[in-house]
Protein backbone atom coordinates (compact mmCIF):
# COMPACT_ATOMS: atom_id res chain seq x y z
CA UNK A 1 0.00 0.00 0.00
CA UNK A 2 2.61 2.42 1.10
CA UNK A 3 3.86 1.73 -2.39
CA UNK A 4 1.55 2.77 -3.98
CA UNK A 5 1.36 5.66 -2.84
CA UNK A 6 4.70 6.68 -3.44
CA UNK A 7 3.84 5.86 -7.36
CA UNK A 8 0.54 7.73 -6.95
CA UNK A 9 2.49 10.88 -5.67
CA UNK A 10 4.56 10.96 -8.44
CA UNK A 11 1.74 10.37 -10.82
CA UNK A 12 -0.09 13.45 -9.30
CA UNK A 13 2.57 15.83 -9.56
CA UNK A 14 3.28 14.75 -13.03
CA UNK A 15 0.16 15.38 -14.21
CA UNK A 16 -0.29 18.37 -12.27
CA UNK A 17 2.66 20.05 -14.15
CA UNK A 18 1.35 18.81 -17.52
CA UNK A 19 -2.04 20.77 -16.71
CA UNK A 20 -0.22 23.61 -15.86
CA UNK A 21 1.38 24.03 -19.26
CA UNK A 22 -1.48 23.04 -21.30
CA UNK A 23 -3.45 26.38 -19.13
CA UNK A 24 -0.54 28.15 -19.98
CA UNK A 25 -0.44 27.49 -23.78
CA UNK A 26 -3.87 27.96 -23.86
CA UNK A 27 -4.51 31.06 -22.14
CA UNK A 28 -1.64 32.44 -24.31
CA UNK A 29 -3.92 31.64 -27.08
CA UNK A 30 -7.16 33.06 -25.19
CA UNK A 31 -4.93 36.46 -24.05
CA UNK A 32 -3.41 36.83 -28.48
CA UNK A 33 -7.18 36.16 -29.49
CA UNK A 34 -8.49 39.16 -27.00
CA UNK A 35 -5.92 41.72 -26.66
CA UNK A 36 -5.97 44.47 -29.40
CA UNK A 37 -4.69 44.05 -32.88
CA UNK A 38 -1.73 45.99 -33.79
CA UNK A 39 -1.14 47.86 -36.93
CA UNK A 40 -0.35 45.96 -40.13
CA UNK A 41 -1.52 42.70 -38.40
CA UNK A 42 -5.30 41.12 -39.24
CA UNK A 43 -7.03 39.30 -36.14
CA UNK A 44 -6.61 36.02 -37.89
CA UNK A 45 -3.39 36.67 -38.61
CA UNK A 46 -2.89 37.68 -34.52
CA UNK A 47 -4.85 34.70 -33.71
CA UNK A 48 -2.52 32.61 -35.85
CA UNK A 49 0.15 33.70 -34.19
CA UNK A 50 -1.18 32.62 -30.66
CA UNK A 51 -1.51 29.27 -32.17
CA UNK A 52 1.85 29.07 -33.00
CA UNK A 53 3.17 29.88 -29.65
CA UNK A 54 0.45 27.16 -28.19
CA UNK A 55 1.94 24.81 -30.80
CA UNK A 56 5.40 25.82 -29.13
CA UNK A 57 4.69 25.39 -26.10
CA UNK A 58 3.00 21.85 -26.40
CA UNK A 59 5.57 20.60 -28.89
CA UNK A 60 8.42 21.56 -26.70
CA UNK A 61 6.99 20.18 -22.70
CA UNK A 62 5.32 17.32 -24.46
CA UNK A 63 2.04 17.68 -21.54
CA UNK A 64 0.25 15.62 -24.46
CA UNK A 65 1.24 13.72 -27.32
CA UNK A 66 2.62 15.50 -30.30
CA UNK A 67 0.33 14.11 -32.85
CA UNK A 68 -2.66 15.84 -30.54
CA UNK A 69 -0.80 18.92 -30.65
CA UNK A 70 -1.29 18.55 -34.46
CA UNK A 71 -5.05 17.55 -34.45
CA UNK A 72 -5.06 20.90 -31.87
CA UNK A 73 -4.13 22.82 -34.21
CA UNK A 74 -6.42 21.36 -36.92
CA UNK A 75 -9.75 22.32 -35.08
CA UNK A 76 -8.46 25.32 -32.96
CA UNK A 77 -8.62 27.18 -36.63
CA UNK A 78 -11.84 26.61 -37.83
CA UNK A 79 -13.24 27.15 -33.85
CA UNK A 80 -11.42 30.59 -33.60
CA UNK A 81 -12.75 31.49 -36.86
CA UNK A 82 -9.38 31.69 -38.16
CA UNK A 83 -9.99 29.74 -41.71
CA UNK A 84 -13.16 27.57 -42.53
CA UNK A 85 -13.14 23.79 -41.82
CA UNK A 86 -12.87 22.74 -45.75
CA UNK A 87 -9.97 24.75 -46.06
CA UNK A 88 -8.06 23.50 -42.93
CA UNK A 89 -9.05 20.16 -43.52
CA UNK A 90 -8.14 20.00 -47.21
CA UNK A 91 -4.19 20.69 -46.85
CA UNK A 92 -4.47 16.65 -44.96
CA UNK A 93 -4.64 15.73 -48.55
CA UNK A 94 -1.23 16.46 -49.59
CA UNK A 95 0.69 14.19 -51.79
CA UNK A 96 3.25 14.59 -49.29
CA UNK A 97 1.54 12.91 -46.71
CA UNK A 98 0.90 10.04 -48.83
CA UNK A 99 4.06 10.17 -49.48
CA UNK A 100 5.31 9.51 -45.62
CA UNK A 101 2.42 6.71 -45.70
CA UNK A 102 4.35 4.73 -48.65
CA UNK A 103 7.99 5.13 -47.09
CA UNK A 104 7.05 4.36 -43.60
CA UNK A 105 5.39 0.76 -44.87
CA UNK A 106 8.64 -0.01 -47.20
CA UNK A 107 10.41 0.87 -43.97
CA UNK A 108 8.70 -1.56 -42.26
CA UNK A 109 9.02 -4.06 -44.53
CA UNK A 110 12.62 -3.62 -44.62
CA UNK A 111 12.78 -3.76 -40.81
CA UNK A 112 10.52 -6.93 -40.23
CA UNK A 113 12.72 -9.41 -42.43
CA UNK A 114 16.02 -7.78 -41.26
CA UNK A 115 17.31 -6.76 -44.77
CA UNK A 116 18.75 -3.54 -42.99
CA UNK A 117 20.78 -5.40 -40.37
CA UNK A 118 22.26 -7.59 -42.92
CA UNK A 119 22.89 -4.13 -45.10
CA UNK A 120 24.47 -3.25 -41.93
CA UNK A 121 26.81 -5.84 -41.25
CA UNK A 122 28.25 -6.00 -44.67
CA UNK A 123 28.69 -2.34 -45.04
CA UNK A 124 30.43 -2.23 -41.64
CA UNK A 125 32.84 -5.64 -42.53
CA UNK A 126 34.29 -2.93 -45.17
CA UNK A 127 35.87 -0.72 -42.59
CA UNK A 128 38.02 -3.33 -40.21
CA UNK A 129 41.29 -1.80 -40.59
CA UNK A 130 42.02 0.26 -37.71
CA UNK A 131 39.93 1.29 -34.81
CA UNK A 132 39.40 5.23 -36.24
CA UNK A 133 38.12 3.40 -39.89
CA UNK A 134 35.94 1.35 -37.78
CA UNK A 135 33.90 4.07 -36.23
CA UNK A 136 33.59 6.27 -39.75
CA UNK A 137 32.19 2.45 -40.82
CA UNK A 138 29.86 3.13 -38.34
CA UNK A 139 28.64 6.49 -38.87
CA UNK A 140 29.02 6.41 -42.83
CA UNK A 141 26.76 3.12 -42.88
CA UNK A 142 23.98 4.59 -40.29
CA UNK A 143 23.76 7.62 -42.76
CA UNK A 144 24.01 5.32 -45.60
CA UNK A 145 20.99 3.35 -44.02
CA UNK A 146 18.98 6.60 -43.75
CA UNK A 147 18.44 7.77 -46.78
CA UNK A 148 16.09 4.88 -46.79
CA UNK A 149 14.59 4.12 -43.79
CA UNK A 150 13.75 6.50 -40.97
CA UNK A 151 16.56 7.56 -38.92
CA UNK A 152 15.08 6.48 -35.68
CA UNK A 153 15.00 2.89 -36.88
CA UNK A 154 18.42 3.07 -38.27
CA UNK A 155 19.57 3.95 -34.91
CA UNK A 156 17.49 1.34 -32.95
CA UNK A 157 18.87 -1.19 -35.52
CA UNK A 158 22.70 -0.18 -34.89
CA UNK A 159 22.56 0.11 -31.14
CA UNK A 160 22.35 -4.17 -30.45
CA UNK A 161 24.78 -4.59 -33.05
CA UNK A 162 27.20 -2.08 -31.55
CA UNK A 163 26.70 -3.09 -28.19
CA UNK A 164 27.52 -6.78 -28.99
CA UNK A 165 30.83 -5.84 -30.95
CA UNK A 166 31.75 -3.24 -27.71
CA UNK A 167 31.26 -6.19 -25.21
CA UNK A 168 33.15 -8.53 -27.47
CA UNK A 169 36.01 -5.88 -27.21
CA UNK A 170 35.69 -6.38 -23.70
CA UNK A 171 34.83 -1.75 -23.59
CA UNK A 172 34.15 -0.33 -20.05
CA UNK A 173 30.76 2.05 -20.75
CA UNK A 174 31.61 5.77 -20.08
CA UNK A 175 35.39 5.05 -19.24
CA UNK A 176 36.74 4.68 -23.10
CA UNK A 177 36.85 6.90 -26.01
CA UNK A 178 36.15 3.87 -28.32
CA UNK A 179 32.58 3.36 -26.88
CA UNK A 180 32.07 6.93 -26.79
CA UNK A 181 32.74 7.47 -30.40
CA UNK A 182 31.36 4.53 -31.57
CA UNK A 183 27.77 5.64 -30.01
CA UNK A 184 28.45 9.03 -31.08
CA UNK A 185 28.91 7.85 -34.64
CA UNK A 186 25.43 5.94 -34.59
CA UNK A 187 23.58 9.43 -33.65
CA UNK A 188 25.26 11.48 -35.13
CA UNK A 189 24.66 9.09 -38.55
CA UNK A 190 21.77 8.76 -38.26
CA UNK A 191 20.85 12.92 -37.85
CA UNK A 192 23.23 13.71 -40.74
CA UNK A 193 22.07 10.60 -42.88
CA UNK A 194 18.77 11.82 -42.64
CA UNK A 195 18.42 14.98 -44.30
CA UNK A 196 20.13 13.70 -47.42
CA UNK A 197 16.89 11.89 -49.15
CA UNK A 198 12.71 12.31 -48.35
CA UNK A 199 12.79 9.16 -46.70
CA UNK A 200 15.13 10.02 -43.75
CA UNK A 201 13.01 12.48 -41.59
CA UNK A 202 9.35 13.17 -41.89
CA UNK A 203 10.72 16.96 -41.94
CA UNK A 204 11.75 16.79 -44.96
CA UNK A 205 8.00 15.69 -46.57
CA UNK A 206 6.78 18.27 -44.33
CA UNK A 207 9.66 20.97 -46.25
CA UNK A 208 8.31 19.87 -49.62
CA UNK A 209 4.61 19.57 -48.99
CA UNK A 210 4.27 22.88 -47.78
CA UNK A 211 6.53 24.51 -51.01
CA UNK A 212 3.92 22.68 -53.07
CA UNK A 213 1.00 24.45 -51.18
CA UNK A 214 2.21 27.75 -52.27
CA UNK A 215 1.23 30.13 -54.97
CA UNK A 216 2.73 29.50 -57.00
CA UNK A 217 3.26 25.71 -56.22
CA UNK A 218 7.13 25.17 -55.95
CA UNK A 219 7.41 21.10 -56.77
CA UNK A 220 10.83 19.54 -55.35
CA UNK A 221 10.89 15.95 -56.85
CA UNK A 222 13.10 13.04 -55.04
CA UNK A 223 16.30 13.65 -57.50
CA UNK A 224 16.38 17.51 -56.58
CA UNK A 225 16.11 17.31 -52.69
CA UNK A 226 18.94 14.80 -53.38
CA UNK A 227 21.26 17.47 -55.45
CA UNK A 228 20.40 20.04 -52.55
CA UNK A 229 21.24 18.06 -49.63
CA UNK A 230 23.92 15.88 -50.78
CA UNK A 231 26.89 18.27 -50.68
CA UNK A 232 25.78 19.19 -46.89
CA UNK A 233 26.00 14.87 -45.97
CA UNK A 234 29.04 14.62 -47.68
CA UNK A 235 30.98 17.61 -46.07
CA UNK A 236 29.23 17.38 -42.62
CA UNK A 237 29.63 13.06 -41.92
CA UNK A 238 33.36 13.25 -42.06
CA UNK A 239 33.58 16.70 -40.22
CA UNK A 240 32.08 15.50 -37.49
CA UNK A 241 33.48 12.09 -37.30
CA UNK A 242 37.24 14.16 -36.78
CA UNK A 243 35.07 16.31 -34.23
CA UNK A 244 34.28 13.57 -32.68
CA UNK A 245 38.13 11.86 -32.77
CA UNK A 246 39.34 15.19 -31.34
CA UNK A 247 36.78 15.72 -28.95
CA UNK A 248 37.62 11.72 -27.84
CA UNK A 249 40.94 10.10 -29.04
CA UNK A 250 40.87 6.83 -29.61
CA UNK A 251 42.62 4.71 -27.00
CA UNK A 252 42.58 0.97 -28.75
CA UNK A 253 44.39 -0.36 -31.39
CA UNK A 254 43.47 -4.14 -31.68
CA UNK A 255 40.53 -4.41 -33.23
CA UNK A 256 40.09 -7.97 -33.62
CA UNK A 257 37.33 -8.60 -31.56
CA UNK A 258 34.73 -6.45 -33.38
CA UNK A 259 35.90 -8.35 -36.30
CA UNK A 260 35.08 -11.83 -35.08
CA UNK A 261 31.59 -10.34 -34.03
CA UNK A 262 30.59 -9.20 -37.20
CA UNK A 263 31.68 -12.20 -38.74
CA UNK A 264 29.64 -14.19 -35.71
CA UNK A 265 26.65 -12.11 -36.73
CA UNK A 266 26.84 -12.58 -40.48
CA UNK A 267 27.29 -16.46 -40.17
CA UNK A 268 23.88 -16.16 -37.41
CA UNK A 269 22.08 -14.33 -40.58
CA UNK A 270 23.25 -17.06 -43.15
CA UNK A 271 21.99 -16.56 -46.62
CA UNK A 272 19.41 -13.77 -47.80
CA UNK A 273 15.94 -14.99 -47.91
CA UNK A 274 13.34 -15.60 -50.86
CA UNK A 275 11.34 -12.56 -49.18
CA UNK A 276 14.60 -10.80 -48.07
CA UNK A 277 15.33 -10.36 -51.77
CA UNK A 278 11.82 -9.49 -52.86
CA UNK A 279 11.90 -6.54 -50.43
CA UNK A 280 15.28 -5.41 -51.75
CA UNK A 281 14.64 -5.32 -54.83
CA UNK A 282 11.04 -3.36 -54.40
CA UNK A 283 13.40 -1.21 -52.65
CA UNK A 284 15.64 -0.53 -55.55
CA UNK A 285 12.79 0.02 -58.05
CA UNK A 286 10.82 2.28 -55.70
CA UNK A 287 13.95 4.15 -55.32
CA UNK A 288 14.85 4.24 -59.11
CA UNK A 289 11.20 5.69 -59.59
CA UNK A 290 11.90 7.86 -57.03
CA UNK A 291 14.89 9.38 -58.69
CA UNK A 292 13.37 9.44 -62.58
CA UNK A 293 9.93 9.55 -62.72
CA UNK A 294 8.69 11.70 -59.23
CA UNK A 295 8.38 15.06 -61.14
CA UNK A 296 4.97 16.36 -61.48
CA UNK A 297 4.21 15.39 -65.48
CA UNK A 298 5.03 11.80 -64.12
CA UNK A 299 4.24 10.19 -61.22
CA UNK A 300 4.83 12.10 -58.37
CA UNK A 301 6.29 11.03 -55.44
CA UNK A 302 3.20 9.63 -53.47
CA UNK A 303 1.84 7.52 -56.46
CA UNK A 304 4.88 5.43 -56.37
CA UNK A 305 5.42 5.50 -52.97
CA UNK A 306 1.47 3.54 -52.04
CA UNK A 307 2.90 1.47 -55.37
CA UNK A 308 6.08 0.27 -54.34
CA UNK A 309 3.42 -0.82 -50.71
CA UNK A 310 1.01 -2.62 -53.01
CA UNK A 311 3.52 -4.46 -54.43
CA UNK A 312 5.07 -5.89 -50.65
CA UNK A 313 1.20 -6.73 -50.12
CA UNK A 314 0.91 -8.57 -53.40
CA UNK A 315 3.83 -10.36 -52.91
CA UNK A 316 2.78 -11.15 -49.30
CA UNK A 317 6.13 -9.48 -47.50
CA UNK A 318 4.28 -7.47 -45.67
CA UNK A 319 0.91 -7.62 -44.28
CA UNK A 320 -1.41 -5.30 -42.90
CA UNK A 321 -0.91 -6.11 -39.10
CA UNK A 322 2.73 -5.27 -39.78
CA UNK A 323 1.84 -1.52 -40.52
CA UNK A 324 -0.23 -1.19 -38.00
CA UNK A 325 3.04 -2.02 -35.64
CA UNK A 326 5.46 -0.23 -37.06
CA UNK A 327 3.83 2.39 -39.29
CA UNK A 328 4.16 5.96 -36.70
CA UNK A 329 0.29 6.90 -37.29
CA UNK A 330 1.00 9.55 -34.92
CA UNK A 331 3.60 10.91 -37.19
CA UNK A 332 1.23 11.33 -39.81
CA UNK A 333 -1.36 13.39 -37.45
CA UNK A 334 1.31 15.57 -36.00
CA UNK A 335 2.41 16.46 -39.82
CA UNK A 336 -1.16 17.04 -40.61
CA UNK A 337 -1.15 19.62 -37.68
CA UNK A 338 1.80 21.23 -39.47
CA UNK A 339 1.15 21.66 -42.49
CA UNK A 340 -1.75 23.44 -41.62
CA UNK A 341 -0.10 25.58 -39.30
CA UNK A 342 2.04 26.84 -41.95
CA UNK A 343 -0.76 27.23 -44.30
CA UNK A 344 -2.44 29.44 -41.75
CA UNK A 345 0.17 31.48 -40.58
CA UNK A 346 1.02 32.47 -44.60
CA UNK A 347 -3.31 33.00 -45.94
CA UNK A 348 -3.51 35.47 -42.61
CA UNK A 349 -0.60 37.41 -42.95
CA UNK A 350 0.99 35.97 -39.50
CA UNK A 351 3.98 35.17 -41.32
CA UNK A 352 4.91 38.82 -43.22
CA UNK A 353 4.45 40.11 -39.56
CA UNK A 354 6.75 38.02 -37.96
CA UNK A 355 9.20 38.79 -40.14
CA UNK A 356 9.18 42.22 -40.39
CA UNK A 357 9.17 42.52 -36.61
CA UNK A 358 12.11 40.22 -36.62
CA UNK A 359 14.75 41.85 -39.24
CA UNK A 360 13.08 45.16 -37.94
CA UNK A 361 16.16 44.93 -35.53
CA UNK A 362 18.76 42.18 -37.51
CA UNK A 363 18.48 44.26 -40.95
CA UNK A 364 17.81 43.06 -44.21
CA UNK A 365 20.81 41.82 -45.40
CA UNK A 366 20.81 38.46 -46.67
CA UNK A 367 23.77 36.93 -45.67
CA UNK A 368 22.92 38.01 -42.09
CA UNK A 369 19.87 36.17 -42.37
CA UNK A 370 20.91 32.97 -43.61
CA UNK A 371 22.83 33.09 -40.44
CA UNK A 372 19.79 33.84 -38.24
CA UNK A 373 17.67 31.10 -39.66
CA UNK A 374 20.09 29.04 -39.36
CA UNK A 375 21.52 29.84 -35.97
CA UNK A 376 17.40 29.80 -34.58
CA UNK A 377 16.80 26.67 -36.32
CA UNK A 378 19.34 24.79 -34.67
CA UNK A 379 18.93 25.67 -31.44
CA UNK A 380 15.05 25.22 -31.38
CA UNK A 381 15.76 21.87 -33.13
CA UNK A 382 17.92 20.62 -30.23
CA UNK A 383 15.56 21.53 -27.35
CA UNK A 384 12.18 19.91 -29.05
CA UNK A 385 11.32 17.58 -31.44
CA UNK A 386 13.10 17.67 -35.09
CA UNK A 387 9.62 17.84 -37.00
CA UNK A 388 8.24 20.45 -34.27
CA UNK A 389 10.79 23.08 -34.87
CA UNK A 390 10.51 22.79 -38.65
CA UNK A 391 6.48 23.12 -38.37
CA UNK A 392 7.05 25.99 -36.16
CA UNK A 393 9.89 28.09 -38.44
CA UNK A 394 8.93 27.03 -42.09
CA UNK A 395 5.98 29.30 -42.04
CA UNK A 396 8.39 32.16 -40.90
CA UNK A 397 10.92 31.64 -43.62
CA UNK A 398 8.62 31.20 -46.06
CA UNK A 399 7.37 34.50 -45.02
CA UNK A 400 10.91 35.66 -44.94
CA UNK A 401 11.43 35.05 -48.70
CA UNK A 402 8.88 37.31 -49.13
CA UNK A 403 9.80 40.65 -47.62
CA UNK A 404 13.86 40.02 -47.67
CA UNK A 405 15.38 40.95 -51.14
CA UNK A 406 17.59 37.78 -52.04
CA UNK A 407 15.89 35.37 -50.32
CA UNK A 408 13.72 32.72 -52.22
CA UNK A 409 10.98 30.26 -50.67
CA UNK A 410 13.36 27.46 -51.45
CA UNK A 411 16.45 28.62 -49.92
CA UNK A 412 14.52 29.71 -46.68
CA UNK A 413 12.88 26.14 -46.58
CA UNK A 414 15.77 24.40 -47.18
CA UNK A 415 17.75 25.69 -44.85
CA UNK A 416 15.66 24.89 -42.09
CA UNK A 417 14.80 21.09 -43.22
CA UNK A 418 18.25 20.19 -43.08
CA UNK A 419 19.98 22.46 -40.21
CA UNK A 420 16.48 20.49 -38.90
CA UNK A 421 18.74 17.58 -38.90
CA UNK A 422 21.13 18.52 -36.48
CA UNK A 423 20.23 18.27 -33.47
CA UNK A 424 23.51 16.88 -31.56
CA UNK A 425 23.72 18.18 -28.11
CA UNK A 426 21.09 17.09 -25.80
CA UNK A 427 19.41 13.58 -25.13
CA UNK A 428 15.86 14.84 -25.54
CA UNK A 429 16.94 16.18 -28.89
CA UNK A 430 16.68 13.04 -31.17
CA UNK A 431 14.91 9.70 -30.81
CA UNK A 432 19.12 8.78 -32.00
CA UNK A 433 20.51 10.09 -29.04
CA UNK A 434 18.25 9.35 -26.51
CA UNK A 435 18.74 5.14 -28.08
CA UNK A 436 22.43 5.64 -28.25
CA UNK A 437 22.41 7.26 -24.29
CA UNK A 438 20.52 4.12 -22.78
CA UNK A 439 23.60 2.16 -23.79
CA UNK A 440 25.50 3.69 -21.14
CA UNK A 441 28.77 4.37 -22.86
CA UNK A 442 28.47 7.89 -22.87
CA UNK A 443 27.19 11.01 -20.47
CA UNK A 444 25.13 13.76 -21.22
CA UNK A 445 28.28 15.89 -20.96
CA UNK A 446 30.02 13.66 -23.53
CA UNK A 447 27.23 14.20 -25.53
CA UNK A 448 26.87 18.38 -24.91
CA UNK A 449 30.65 18.60 -25.88
CA UNK A 450 30.88 16.60 -28.87
CA UNK A 451 27.16 18.00 -30.40
CA UNK A 452 28.46 21.71 -29.47
CA UNK A 453 31.63 21.91 -31.89
CA UNK A 454 29.68 19.17 -34.31
CA UNK A 455 26.66 22.49 -34.30
CA UNK A 456 29.30 25.08 -34.50
CA UNK A 457 30.51 23.15 -37.83
CA UNK A 458 27.96 22.29 -39.39
CA UNK A 459 26.08 26.24 -39.15
CA UNK A 460 29.40 26.95 -40.78
CA UNK A 461 28.83 24.16 -43.58
CA UNK A 462 25.05 25.36 -44.07
CA UNK A 463 26.33 28.54 -44.26
CA UNK A 464 28.46 27.98 -47.09
CA UNK A 465 26.65 25.42 -48.71
CA UNK A 466 23.79 27.81 -49.05
CA UNK A 467 25.40 30.93 -49.77
CA UNK A 468 27.47 29.38 -52.64
CA UNK A 469 26.04 25.99 -53.86
CA UNK A 470 22.37 27.32 -53.52
CA UNK A 471 22.59 30.55 -54.23
CA UNK A 472 25.23 31.34 -56.21
CA UNK A 473 25.87 27.97 -58.38
CA UNK A 474 21.64 26.68 -58.26
CA UNK A 475 20.49 30.51 -58.17
CA UNK A 476 17.95 29.59 -55.44
Not at 212 to 237: A, C, G, Q, R
Request: hydrophobic share 55%.
Amino acid sequence: MHKNNISNGKFTISKYSNIIFIIIAFLILAIFYFIPTPDGLTHSGQVMIGILIMAAILWIIEPIPLAVTGLLIMIIQPIMHVLPPDEVFSSFGNQAIFFLVGAFIIAGAIEKHGLHKRIALRFLGKFEKSPRIFTFGIMSSCAFLSFAMPAHGVAALFLPIVVSILIAMKITPRQSNFGKVSMLCVAYGCSIGSIGTLIGGARNPLTIGLLSDLTPPINITFFDWMIYSMPVVFISLPLVWFILQFSFPIEIKDISGAKKEIKNQVNKAGKISKKETIVLIILIITILLWIFFSSYQYLGLAVIAILGSVFLFITRTINWNDVEKRVPWGIILLYGGAITLGIGIQKTGAGTWIVNALFNTVGINPYIVVLVIIVLTILLTNIMSNIGAVAILLPIGIAVAAEIPGISPLLAALIIALCGGFAFMLVIATPGNAITYSSGYFSTKDLFKAGSLANIACILVIFVVATTYWMGFLGI
